[in-house]
């Protein structure tokens, strides 16, 4: 769960696979929380982890190939921007993709 | 000093257009603004608007919601902050404004801020009267914790998490008015006992008679709620909190919290500091300006025109179209001439309409009455003349509209009044649509006429939810939503679609259920994914849908169901109830409510061990570990050692038994033995919602077997009846029978049929309490009990393979299914806190 950090402030933080897919896990990153999620499609979507609405844990949410939905109170975010699509604050979203050796990269700045 | 600094500071170079202030950011202001817009604004005039609630501009009207856990705080809103940043709005919200110069047209605000103006408008609102009381304060001045106001999105929320601690069961209401009521009904919904406390003779006073009150008290009480009139609250008891009120005359009553509904207070310190007149509220003229003052104008509950001063927001859109003529010149002939105030509303769930007189006044009047107590209906009519002067309406508003409109323009009436109250076999709804005049208020929230509805329609939007969204209206209270169908019917001459996508399964698949599963069948779609794939809009997933279809698959392909784990809700994909705070809730398997020593020690060595920090009984009589992290789960399943009591899913949860007759001294039946065998042979089954069951021994019913979804009762000659569809929730409903049947083998197998039916035949998410009423209890009976559609066979074997797939999910804790399927999803000390005790 914790991250190797080289340059750019790029932050590895291990293999895809430890996502299933379809799903999100949480990772603390350089002190954030943030919540990485692997599409149905393979590709990878980082936002904050925390939903600005009470606190909800965003990695436990539904996700489509547009939104994730936390699963308190079922607001909805859009996974490329973090906004909102159903009247809540925003969550942030980060850059992440996953390099040659299948393993995830964040890029925190 | 501060004024030149900031005024220079403000002014932006070549910016010419009038500088427009608004004090007050709620219902009126907005809308004066929204009005000014839409006359083309924001060409004359830079717009600053104050307003002292922290949030952007939302529907006051919808707290009520808000309050009953109906609506979230977030959907409330009126116009986004976004909005004022598009519309070039300087929002100041926070900010409180102090005092006016009316001479160099300044306005000073708690900010320190001084912000000139070349129009000004106010639109303070009000806010709730507090009646002095001994006791309502602390020494410090403040208002003794538990007693809350009800105005305002703080008001509201400070309301509902003082009412869900646990150790809060009572309230008293003060006042027994539209908010008292609207205030009793939301505090019920959080579990909250309710008592309503008026001082009035009778309900709603200010609304209607005393015959209305008395039918209006029948109905508030049917709902639990307890009202005492003609009662004055005296002093607030308690020391650090509420502790209970102090009655004239009568005992005190103990409670936990007291809202004060008593009424309004126009909010004027502003224009009283500023020397502006001020008489029961701000004095303005048929054109909305503040007499005197060429440039000040007022809109909403701080005005009194003519002499009125209105507390609903009907009257205020048509101040705010008033006020933007003028502000913008649009139309310098536009006057108010005031409202005929006619309300409209859903009050704690009953329909209340009133206008005009409550009761006759003259010995010429005409008072026509219908009384029905029973149904809680009442509907009175004064007439005058030959027009309708007043009417109250209680219960039943189908005839609202068109009373409405004859009220406000005096049309000529029928010479068989009754049928002011009464469709009596003639025209019917749709012709009293027709009747209705095109500018004829039909959304008073949202202030929608007959005409906009129309014109959405013809510009081809020719679906219920469509038109509400394009106009706003139904969007308010929620009340007028049969009229505006009607009116969409009545301007689609019968081409009104009905919104397909109300009746589709799943939001994201545009099918109906028995369409859906067709198309499943047919293509052998497995999956929730390859249901995405072969027929959602471009194979698009929805996230909305994807629970719904999973418990679809599940039911229908049993043991052949591909099971995808991100299609599953998180308590699906970790067998456990995620809680407020992120952590879960584990209820092991206790079938029928029984248990024994070595269990009950074990789980509380298993309390003991993870540090639980609650440990309760549940309603549905099984034992509950609250506050497990997600990372234990598999660890306290394991010391367990007991299967799964599926206290998260939309399934099959429990089956609550009484004692029965091998103890109790009145029991015929063995209950206890039944719900265990119930419970072991349809645990875990996939269902559109939960299953709450139940078995009671005789007709005493200890298990409250007849407000369970299936609810089972032995009666004299060791027989058993079948009650099907009750509920205990939310809504009330005690269950229909279905069958009685002389041994248990047949109450399981027909309790299965009818699970097995509801399986197929259910939306998601629609509990038994409704599927029951809407498709019939003849008709469940002839196809359950008298297998009239010939499909009882087919129906017994699909859940029979439903039962024979069954697997204990908790077996999932030696060998999670996906990585990290038990992995914290955040580090626990960020949520929200739960109180643990
Ligand atoms: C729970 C509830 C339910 C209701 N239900 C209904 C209903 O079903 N139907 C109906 O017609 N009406 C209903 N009403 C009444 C309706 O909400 C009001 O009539 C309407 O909100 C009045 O609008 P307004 O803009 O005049 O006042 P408000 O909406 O109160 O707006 C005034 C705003 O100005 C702010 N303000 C005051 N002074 C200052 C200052 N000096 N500086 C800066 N800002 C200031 C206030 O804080 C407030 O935000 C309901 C009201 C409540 C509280
Ligand atoms: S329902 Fe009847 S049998 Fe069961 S415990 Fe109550 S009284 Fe006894
Ligand atoms: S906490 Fe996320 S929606 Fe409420």
Known sequence: MSAGLTGDGLHVLGPVDQIPVGEGRAYGVAGEQIAVFRLRDGSLRAVSAVCPHQGGPIADGTIDRAVVMCPLHQHAFE??????????????????????????????? | MTALASRSARSTPGDTRRRLVVIGNGMAGARAVEEILARGGAVQHRITMFGDEPYGNYNRIMLSHVLSGEEDTGNIFLNSLAWYRENDITLHSGVRVERIDRFAKLVFSDDGRATPYDVLII??????????MDGMYTPGGRLLPGIFAFRTIDDTTGMVSYAQQDHHHRAVVIGGGLLGLEAARGLQSHGIDV????????????????????????????????????????????????????????????CDMVVVAAGIRPNVEVAVTSGLPVERAIVVDDHMRVPDEDEIYAVGECVQHRGEVYGLVAPLWEQAAVLADHVTGADPSSVYLGSRTATKLKVAGVDVASMGLQAPERDTDEHVVFSEPSRGVFKSIVIRDSKIVGATLLGDSRKVAYLTQAFDRGLPLPEERVSLLFDLGGPGEEAGVAELDGDAQVCNCNGVSKQAIADTVKGGCTTLSGVMDATRAGKGCGSCKLLVRQVVEWAADGAVEEDPAAAYYVPGVPLEKVAL??????????SVSAVFAALAPDGAEDAKSKMGLASLLKMMWAGEYIDERDARFV??????????????????????????????????????????????????????????????????????????????????RTVKTCVGQDFCRFGTGDSTKLGIEIESRFQGIESPAKLKLAVSGCPRNCAESLVKDVGVVAVDGGRWEIYVGGAAGAHIRQGDLLATVDDPETVKLLAGRFMQYYRERA???????????????????????????????????????????????????NDPLTHGQFRTSLPLEVLPKVPVR
């Not at chain 2, 639109?123 to 002095?132: D, E, M, N, V």
């Not at chain 2, 499943?520 to 779609?525: A, F, H, M, P």
């Not at chain 2, 309760?616 to 497990?628: A, N, P």
């Open chain 1, 79 to 109: 996974l490329e921007t973090g906004c909102s699509t159903s009247g809540a604050g925003s969550l942030r979203s980060y850059h992440v993709f996953a390099d040659g050796e299948q393993n995830i990269v964040l890029q925190l700045l």
């Open chain 2, 571 to 652: 308590n699906d994909r970790v067998h456990a109830n995620i809680q407020r705070d992120g952590t879960f809730s584990v209820v092991p398997q206790m079938k029928g409510g029984v248990t024994s020593p070595e269990q009950l020690r074990r789980i509380a060595d298993v309390a003991d061990k993870y540090n639980i920090p609650m440990v309760k009984l549940t309603g549905g009589q099984r034992i509950d570990l609250l506050g497990v992290p997600k990372e234990d789960l598999p660890k306290v399943w394991a010391d367990l050692d007991m299967p799964s009591g599926y206290a998260y899913g939309k399934s099959f």
């Open chain 2, 123 to 132: 639109a303070t609102g009000s806010r709730s009267h507090l009646p002095p």
């Open chain 2, 195 to 254: 008592e309503v406390v008026h001082s009035g003779g009778h309900l709603m006073n200010a609304q209607m008679g005393p015959d209305g009150g008395a039918v209006l008290r029948r109905s508030v009480e049917a709902l639990g709620i307890r009202v005492r009139t003609g009662s004055r609250t005296t002093a607030i008891l308690g020391g650090g909190k509420v502790r209970g009120v102090q009655l004239r005359n009568e005992p005190d009553i103990e």
């Open chain 2, 763 to 813: 939306n998601w998410l629609e509990r038994t309490y409704s599927f029951v009423p809407r498709v019939g209890i003849e008709h469940l009976r002839a196809v359950i009990v008298d297998d009239a559609e010939g499909i009882a066979a087919r129906l017994d074997e699909a859940m029979q393979r439903s039962v024979d797939s069954y697997a204990d999910p908790w077996a999932e804790r």
């Open chain 2, 517 to 526: 599963m067709t198309a499943i069948r047919e293509q052998g779609l497995r």
